[in-house]
């Protein structure tokens, strides 16, 4: 099965989880997602399906966008609900502090471009092994900040301990370590509580499915194929073009080929007629094209 499906993550899974579960759905055992999204974390996660998990190279860089919960009080070691308290809740003695303007102030300073230090339970990699697994076995964590892009973060309410926030970040950038570091600036510590993607890239919870749906339709592939993105409305930054015979059996082969797309854009996406994606092409010049991606 190829395609693009964007599932709606439930918590309470690991989004390798939801691989296992959308192996066994549809039979295709290549199957990578496009982001990872934390076990208590739910909303939009786009998997690629067989040869469509060629195109992954190009979604590296989409904003994603969440709404979800901060409690103040206490952090924890994971910065979020899942991790151990850090130390005891410190609400009822900062409850009069803690207001609405306050932290909406606090929260206005997290705009633009930063650097952010990743949570020590983290997929980061620290020589060749992911920090989580240092940090669960006791040794030092020892990361670097990372240069990260928060496009806006509102606080919408504050209700007793905790915030409802949303908030547009980029690619490798943690929510978690933003609650992290509210709480700290805050001086009471805070972690997060609820977390929901509503966003990644172009895909939004309109686009998502849940396992619940996609399970009832296990082994009618044609139904599932259905249910993914239109092969016209990934990578929208790139013009899709369709080419004649001739010139997609060169592309196909691996050879340039000349085709009838004159928006001058780098990288276009060509089809053999509407919805057969035959692979991604970069421009030399004009209208001649080299393949990059061949979908076969």
Known sequence: MNGLLVVDKPGGMTSHDVVDRLRRITGER?????????????????????????LAQFYSGGEKCY?????????TDTYDADG???????????????????????????HGEMEQMPPPFSAK????????????????????????????????ACEGPEALFSINISAGGYVRSVAHELGRELGCGAHLRRLRRTRAGAFTLDDAHTLDDLEALKGNLEALEGLCVHPRNLLPEMPSVSGDAEALGRLRNGAQANLAEFSQAPLVK??????????????????????VVVMG
Request: proline content about 7%; overall charge positive.
């Open 84 to 110: 151990e308290a850090a130390g005891p809740d410190r609400w009822p003695e900062a409850a009069g502090a803690i207001t609405l303007e306050r932290v909406r102030a606090a929260a206005g300073r997290y």
């Open 67 to 75: 709404t979800g919960t901060i409690r103040f009080g206490f952090a």
């Open 125 to 156: 990699k620290i020589e060749g092994k992911p920090a989580y697994k240092l940090a669960r076995a006791g040794k030092p964590v020892e990361l670097k900040p990372a240069k990260i892009h928060i496009a806006s973060f509102e606080i919408s």
């Open 270 to 291: 060509v089809f053999a007629g509407q919805r057969e994606l035959v692979g991604i092409a970069r421009r030399v010049a004009g209208t001649l094209f080299q393949p």
């Open 30 to 54: 290549s199957i990578g997602h496009l982001g990872t999204l934390d076990p208590m974390a739910t909303g939009v996660l786009p998997l690629l399906m067989g040869r469509f998990t060629r």
